[in-house]
């Protein structure tokens, strides 16, 4: 049996609602995403920098001098 243009228009506007409703969530994601890359590029920033730090002092501390068997 063949549908009617009213159904026809129905199922249209039906697949249209879940695509519209897929979109926003694929963007939700996308926005959640993106703050989450921002936080974790601030954090090996910081870890990045934390670790510089750490390593100059170690460093300084390590004398230059040539082995014995020099």
């Not at 549908?3 to 249209?16: F, G, H, T, V």
């Not at 920098?49 to 170690?58: A, N």
């Amino acid at each position: 049996m063949a549908k009617s243009d009213a159904d026809r228009l129905d199922e249209l506007e039906i697949l249209a609602a879940h695509q519209v409703r897929v979109i926003e969530d694929l963007n939700e994601t996308i926005i959640r995403q993106s703050k989450d890359i921002d936080r974790l590029e601030r954090l090996v920033e910081a870890l990045v920098e934390r670790f510089r730090t750490i390593e100059d002092r170690v460093q300084s501390d390590i004398p230059v001098t040539k082995p014995p068997h020099w």
